[in-house]
């Protein structure tokens, strides 16, 4: 490779595999794949930056992949082929820019999750505001996690041509419903409960885009030693929006006109967050690593790949205990006030839930990033979850705000190191899978399951004459039911004589592909 290539592009990361053998295995690769994103057999090519199992072809991404012939110093090959490959070397790179589409995603998810929580911290006054009584508050709630569940297989086609233009669509959804909840606010004397329930159901419409898009971004631009990280980021991202909803809006309402300022701020805020969505980089010029050349299974043949047991011994633990968080995120005020604590209380507790999970995983991603070992993370992080639902039955009727906080943050510690973990690791057994479809799947089971519990919940309130009035305790208690039945099933993983299911596709794949790389001059 000559200087003058390597140092093209000052900003730019660049990682130039030099085992001849492999680009044999590519040609004949990619003699038989050819670009096609929904698995028509046609040979169009994609923006989405990967390329697609398909017929015979060897059509190509012009935004693929550079290679250079060795007899010829540097020279860029705009398709997907490669040619002579005996003799070719590819460039791998990563780019500054990735950061700021990353950023950008990340503000994306703290602002949809603030959406989310922007009535249940003040569940009273926000009844009283829009005259209604709190389950219909709950149903804020509620409707926005449905509303993932009957968006979400539009949200796998979107990221399916790549994160961008998912990105832009959650944008405009959060910017419609954010000023069409304050339309239906703006009066302090009392708001419209329709008007702010269908800008309401705007922003759960755009929360899919941005919560499913992390593994897909992250394949797109960053190489497997900061995958884990960069979905973490952007994952946990949405209860940290969430927290901050929980800690702020008990602030910002302490009577019930005060919930007009609130919905105003919040669409404020949520403007100034998505606009800059429209100007993030589509695509990198060149993939950050072998596995970003592989051949992606159509949306049609993903579904098939879907029937894994190994993936559903993942999902279905996942989406419960997202679908739990969901819950007892929504209804945390509700479940401590009978017991003397104040909203404040509450809001406290409900930000250590999710700020010490933060800086759990915030430890953790990086570790896992390096040593891989996603299973066994896994298997410390399910039973630990289950045991903390367990033991928070009790911490309420403590009346004492260590029992709460304690739990909670040990519960915030575990669900939080096994988000990145779980959605990393569904992509390396599901590869060449997609990305979002497996994440887009999870992500859907904890809403449709977060919503379906909030009612459950809302159903097993105490009546006036309990004691206290109002308590949560048989909520809880199927709550922690529940979580302690899914723990076997990630524990299973590997037994029975499947480990030989557990290979890490995607990390093979860039291991084989890249065994040899070497760092160009002038890398940043």
């Known amino acids: 490779m000559s200087r003058s290539n390597s140092s093209r592009k000052s900003d730019d990361e660049a990682v130039t595999p030099t085992n001849n053998d492999t680009f044999a295995d590519d040609k004949k690769a990619r003699e038989e794949y050819t670009l096609n994103p929904m698995g028509t057999g046609s040979s169009r090519t994609t923006k989405s930056g990967h390329l697609r199992l398909a017929s015979n072809s060897t059509d190509g991404d012009d935004e693929v992949l550079t290679a250079a012939r060795d007899t010829t110093g540097s020279q860029e090959v705009e398709n997907a082929s490669i040619e002579n490959g005996d003799r070719a070397s590819v460039t791998y790179k990563v780019y500054k820019r ?220 996942y989406s419960v205990y997202v679908g739990f968080f969901n819950s007892v995120s929504s209804l945390l005020n509700q479940i401590m006030l009978p017991y003397g604590f104040s909203s404040d209380d509450a809001g406290i507790a409900g930000a250590l839930l999710i700020v010490v ?51 909670l943050s040990v519960l ?38 977060g919503g379906v519990f909030i009612v459950i919940s809302d159903a097993l309130k105490a009546g006036p004459e309990a004691d206290p009035p109002f308590h949560m305790n048989n909520a809880l208690v199927f709550t922690a039911v529940i979580a302690l039945v899914v723990v076997p099933l990630p524990l299973a993983l590997g037994l029975f004589g499947r480990a030989d299911k557990l290979v890490m596709r995607r990390v093979r794949s860039d291991e084989r592909n890249g065994s040899s790389t070497v760092v160009a001059a002038g890398a940043v």
């Open 98 to 317: 990735r950061w700021f589409g990353l950023v950008q995603l990340t503000l994306l998810n703290i602002i949809v999750s603030w959406d989310w929580l922007t009535f249940s911290p003040v569940s009273q006054n926000a009844a009283i505001y829009y005259n209604t009584s709190e389950s219909a508050i709950n149903w804020y709630s509620t409707a926005f996690l449905f509303a993932f569940c009957v968006i979400f297989p539009l949200t796998i086609y979107a990221l399916h041509w790549g994160p961008k233009p998912s990105i832009i669509t959650a944008a405009v959804l959060i910017l419609a419903g954010n000023w069409i909840r304050f339309a239906g606010s703006h009066s302090r004397d009392g708001g419209l409960y329709g008007v702010v329930m269908f800008g309401q159901i705007l922003t759960g419409l755009a929360q899919p885009f941005v919560l499913s898009a992390p593994t897909r971004y992250s394949d797109m631009w960053f190489t497997n030693r900061g995958r884990v990280a960069a979905t973490a980021l952007a994952s946990l991202a949405n209860p940290f929006g969430a927290a901050l909803g929980q800690l702020i809006v008990p602030f910002m309402v302490t009577e019930p006109g005060d919930v007009s300022n609130a919905v105003l701020y919040v669409a404020i805020i949520s403007s100034v967050a998505a606009l800059p969505s429209f100007f993030i980089p589509a695509t990198p010029p060149t993939p950050p690593g072998p596995s970003g050349t592989t051949p992606k299974t159509s949306l049609r043949d993903s579904l098939k790949l879907l029937k894994s047991l190994e993936l559903w011994l993942i999902l279905i633990p």
């Open 357 to 407: 999970g933060l800086v759990a995983s915030a430890i953790s991603s990086p570790i896992l990033d390096r040593t891989k070992a996603f299973v066994l993370a896994i298997k410390i992080a399910v039973p630990v979850i289950g045991l903390s639902y367990l033991v928070f039955i009790w911490m309420p009727g403590t009346r004492d705000l260590a029992g709460p906080y304690v739990v």
């Open 412 to 449: 915030g510690a575990s669900s939080f190191s096994l988000v990145p973990v779980a959605l990393e690791f569904l992509c390396e057994l599901g590869h060449p899978m997609s990305p979002e479809v497996t994440s887009t799947v999870a992500w859907a089971g904890g809403q449709l399951l």
